[in-house]
């Protein structure tokens, strides 16, 4: 009891809407008004992002103040009288969400975010049926940059509340997109205005995420989809990442956190694609790859003090972090891992391995991958993803046009059969499955690592690697003592293997300043683009914050302590792929499908 | 008509003192304290326009536990019709820089700035080799506040305090939500005192004839004396000191053309007084308030054409950010010459009344909020020239 004094902050008392009220110093008008349960309208607050109050539709009326304060960005302060609905409220929020009305271009029906706009929404809460202002949208010359393979800016939606801006700089550390011009031709853009493609965009998606409106939405590959479908001469392989089968589920209207896995299947079975494999299979590859990779390094630093070995390593599987480290890092571009992510890796199996397997012609295999990100979407299309002879993923879906084909499709997914994913490709482990989280592949590395060197399972219990286990906004160190190895790894006994686990790229950054700088002691680094990993991803459901991206955390550890097989060397696909085709890890036809290499980018 | 002539007032532009800053070496030897039972006894109100008292704006800032803090000279002149600024800082530099070393010793700072207008630059040289001499000087009495010069980049909104903080840290000039306010969270996110040029020559001037003697100018509300600058239908446009808290009719009698049917105070974002309501109108903070400007119009000028720059103006120098400013703006200006050309019936004219109402309670700083200020006084006044 002594001790909790400390914590507790110094309470304000405020009278919102006649209701006493008393909350913590520090808090804002809305925070507390939804401590009562009232709700105020936002457009340009997001609970990642720090406060803008540009928009202006959240104002609230206070007693004894002249102007109506933006709840988001004012304070509570003691005595407060509050109005959240009072008539000059009602009007000046009328009068706002006119205003934006009268520059965004509202096309509604022929808009990607039709039915999941917030502007939207406002917009028939307030029944903002007859124009009470000017149509300004004809006056603005607006840009609409499709350039790009992943993501999609459209001006003429856009309604500057630079929630994307603040992603983009805050969360991502990447300020691709910036504020250019002031007054009425104050736009949201780039770098000298270039397309998206030609900047440091990493594709990561997090703005799309987080626009309420139609502005930054993901490039769709929908109907190409349906069109390979629908094509006989053609079979359609699709793989699915560990992170869809947690938040499916929200964009078709379930609550966060549900494992939709088995329904998920069904569903992509229902939809018509030939076959349906698993994206955690070439998870548990990379793991093989990318251990004996790590541990060829140290051996090559350690044993042979070879000097040309870079040292820490760090992971390869999120392609808006190999963006960013081309652009950002390239000096740093031999730290990266060689294996590719699992998608490519998938992709260039689909067509070689499993199409001699199954005896199809490669040609006629379309290979798609439902994906928790848009920048998958350009790692796709990147020039050197073609090592199976053909483009090694020919389209790439996000969760979100996953979960819009199977409305399409009218599938009542709730009440779907759980099925299991087809063979060959489809068998997965508990290790791959927490490749969707922060510090998943870092924990399936080391369940690894350490059987193959000490022969011994790692001494923790059920599994739980819980010092790696990454915590969004944070930049997590853990370090492993490697005792009692195997003869063959003699020279790791008694080595501490000292680990990094970031996730989105501002702390990315941080931590590779370190590596640069010569600060860091690591041996392996985890990194993933987005807040979380990918179950945070650029391309899962809309909306997102910290609270929806814990349960799906939950979910996918939930999710591995329910896999009969919890690490990667005992995948029997896996092990049967070593046996009949790739021969053994980093061998040669493995450095022909499995690895790739980086091209160092300028920042401007 | 042919009354006493406005008094007019010869403080800010007097004349240095024999020596050499002689009125900041001597402050420097007064306690704190009493510089600013001084200040409040005077009464005095910032000169930028918004009148904030000065002596409780330092002492809030002086109260800040922090070890870093500033003191920033706005010098971002950029109401259209104000250029008194620009005068001050030509003919007694010297007494800006004491105002403001005066300022920092009250606070607590280490540094000083000026932030001047970027149209300002061709300023520079001469500014530079004075405050060269400022800084011989501070050096000689063993004081230790540099005063540095920071150059803006043409932005009319980075006139508003913390949208200059912004720029000087680098970024994009764009106002800050406030609370916080620059007396807890200014430039560099240390508590600072800003305040208009022609505030700190008031501030030396009090140091040098008293509070009581700087008391006897002005009105109860309204201490001192102000800078005008003088321009439109006029024959002798230019810059005048006088005593504040006068009648608009005397304003008029001297300086209008005789057939000044209104006048702008305090630019394109202050109050437009048509003739009928000269009689009875107050310069000061009990009645109109004024950063200076003060344009006449005679009845050769139309008050839409008037009103039309003033919001394409701000259309164009608004920062953006916010929607009530951004979007507002547009629509009043598109809005007026919609009902000009007939597109539009006169009572959108309403509307619009009502539109830049909520501008005014909404935008997130006062240049969105002020734009209501001349946009319902011109449209009231003179609504039948924005119909017909």
């Given amino acids: ?604 | 008509m042919s009354e006493a002539k406005l008094k007019r007032v010869d403080l800010i532009f007097g004349e240095y003192s024999n020596v050499k800053y002689k009125v900041l070496t001597e402050t420097m030897k007064r306690s704190n304290d009493e510089i600013l039972a001084d200040l409040l006894e005077s009464g005095l109100r910032g000169r930028g326009g918004a009148g904030f008292p000065t002596a409780i704006k330092w002492k809030l800032t002086a109260e800040s536990p922090s070890p870093e803090k500033y003191v920033i000279c706005n010098a971002d002149e950029g109401e259209p019709g104000t250029f008194k600024d620009r005068e001050i800082l030509t003919r007694v530099p010297r007494k800006v820089f004491s105002g403001m070393a005066i300022c920092g010793k009250v606070i607590g700072a280490q540094r000083g700035y000026i932030y001047l207008r970027g149209e300002y630059r061709f300023l520079l040289p001469e500014l530079m080799k004075e405050l060269d001499g400022y800084n011989e000087h501070a050096k000689s009495i063993g004081l230790d506040f540099p005063i540095e010069i920071c150059l803006g980049s043409g932005a009319y909104i980075c006139g508003e305090e913390s949208a200059l903080f912004e720029s000087m840290e680098g970024m994009r000039g764009e106002p800050r939500n406030k609370p916080p306010y620059p007396t807890s969270f200014g430039y560099m996110g240390k508590p600072t005192v800003i305040n208009n040029v022609e505030t700190f020559v008031n501030v030396m001037m009090i140091m040098r004839l008293g509070a009581i003697q700087f008391k006897l100018l002005g009105t109860r509300d309204s201490r001192g004396s102000k800078v005008f600058s003088v321009s439109g239908d006029t024959p002798i446009p230019g810059i005048y000191e006088l005593e504040l808290g006068m009648p608009l009719e005397r304003f008029v009698d001297e300086f209008g053309d005789g057939d000044t049917k209104a006048v702008q105070v305090g630019g394109a974002s202050g109050f437009c007084v048509p003739r009928k309501k000269f009689k009875d109108t107050v310069i000061g903070f009990e009645g109109v308030p004024t950063g200076g400007s003060m344009m006449l119009f005679n009845s050769s000028r139309s008050m839409y054409h008037v009103l039309h720059n003033y919001l394409e103006f701000f259309e164009e120098e608004s920062c953006g950010q916010c929607t009530p400013c951004r979007v507002g703006c547009q629509q009043l200006r598109k809005g007026i010459q919609a009902v000009k050309k007939g597109d539009k019936q006169s009572l959108y004219l309403d509307q619009l009344m009502k539109l830049s109402e909520s501008m005014r309670l909404t935008a997130k700083c006062g240049l969105g909020q002020s734009v209501a200020n001349s946009f319902s006084s011109i449209v009231y006044n003179f609504k039948e020239e924005m119909i017909y």
């Fill in chain 1, 1 to 604: 009891m002594k001790n909790d004094q400390t914590d507790i902050k110094n309470q304000i008392n405020l009278t919102i809407d006649g209701i006493q009220v008393s909350v913590d110093e520090g808090k804002t008008i809305l925070e507390a008004a939804r401590e009562l349960n009232i709700h105020v309208p936002t457009l340009c607050y997001h609970e990642d992002l720090c406060v803008a109050g540009n928009c202006r539709v959240c104002v609230v009326e206070q007693e004894k103040v002249k102007s109506l304060p933006a709840s988001c960005a004012t304070p509570v302060s003691e005595g407060m009288v509050i109005h959240t609905n009072s008539m000059k409220v009602r009007l000046a929020r009328k009068h706002i969400v006119e205003l934006l009305l009268s520059e965004h271009h509202a096309d509604c029906t022929k808009c990607y975010k039709n039915g999941n706009c917030e502007l939207q929404s406002l917009a028939s809460q307030m029944l903002t049926g007859d124009h009470m202002f000017l149509d300004l949208v004809p006056d603005q010359k607006y840009t609409i940059d499709m350039f790009n393979t992943a993501i999609i800016k459209d001006d003429s939606r856009c309604i500057r509340c630079q929630r994307c801006v603040r992603t983009c700089e805050e969360l991502q550390g990447v300020s691709a997109l910036g504020v250019a011009y002031r007054g009425n031709r104050m736009k949201i853009s780039t770098f000298f205005e270039h397309p998206l493609f030609e900047v440091v965009c990493t594709n990561c998606g997090q703005c799309v995420n987080r626009c309420p409106t139609g502005a930054l939405i993901e490039k769709n590959y929908i109907d190409q989809v349906w069109d390979a479908i629908y094509d006989p001469t053609k079979h359609v392989v699709v793989q699915t990442a560990p992170a869809v089968r947690i938040a499916l589920g929200e964009a078709l209207g379930m609550p966060p956190g549900k494992i939709v896995t088995g329904k998920m299947v069904a569903a992509l079975k229902r939809l018509g694609f030939n076959t349906v494999l698993d994206t955690d299979f070439t998870a548990d590859l990379t793991i093989i790859e990318e251990g004996h990779e790590l541990l060829s390094r140290l051996k090559r630093a350690l044993v042979d003090k070879d000097p040309s070995v870079v040292l820490p390593m760090t992971t390869s599987c999120s392609p808006g972090w190999i963006k960013f480290i081309e652009h950002t890092f390239p000096e740093l571009l031999g730290n990266l891992s060689s294996c590719k992510s699992p998608q490519q890796m998938f992709g260039a199996l689909v067509k070689t391995y499993y199409c001699q397997k199954r005896k199809l012609d490669a040609k006629n295999v379309v290979s798609v991958s439902v994906m928790p990100c848009t920048a998958k979407k350009f790692e796709a299309n990147r020039p050197e993803m073609r090592s199976s002879g053909y483009k090694d993923v020919d389209f790439v879906l996000t969760t979100r046009e996953l979960g819009i084909m199977i409305k399409q499709a009218g599938l009542d997914f709730e009440s779907l059969p759980e099925e299991h994913f087809d063979s060959l490709m489809g068998s997965s482990t508990g290790a791959a499955v927490i490749f969707g989280t922060t510090g998943g592949v870092m924990e399936a590395a080391i369940r690894t690592v350490y059987e193959v060197v000490t022969g011994r399972e790692i001494p923790f219990e059920g599994l739980n690697i819980t010092p790696v286990r990454g915590t969004e906004g944070e930049v997590r160190e853990a370090s492993l003592k490697i005792e009692k190895v195997k003869p063959e790894w003699k020279f790791l006994e008694g080595v501490e293997l000292k680990c990094v686990v970031a996730n989105g790229l501002a702390h990315a950054k941080k931590v590779m300043q370190d590596v640069k700088e010569g600060k860091a002691n690591y041996h392996f680094i985890e990194i993933m683009a987005c807040p979380g990993g990918c179950l945070g991803g650029g391309g899962q459901p809309i909306p997102t914050n910290k609270d929806i991206r814990t349960k799906r955390k939950l979910a996918i550890y939930e999710e591995d302590m329910g896999m009969a097989l919890r690490k990667s060397h005992e995948n029997p696909d896996v092990q049967l792929i070593y046996k009949d085709f790739l021969g053994q890890p980093l061998g040669h036809k493995s450095h022909e499908l499995l690895h790739t290499h980086y091209t160092p980018r300028k920042r401007y």
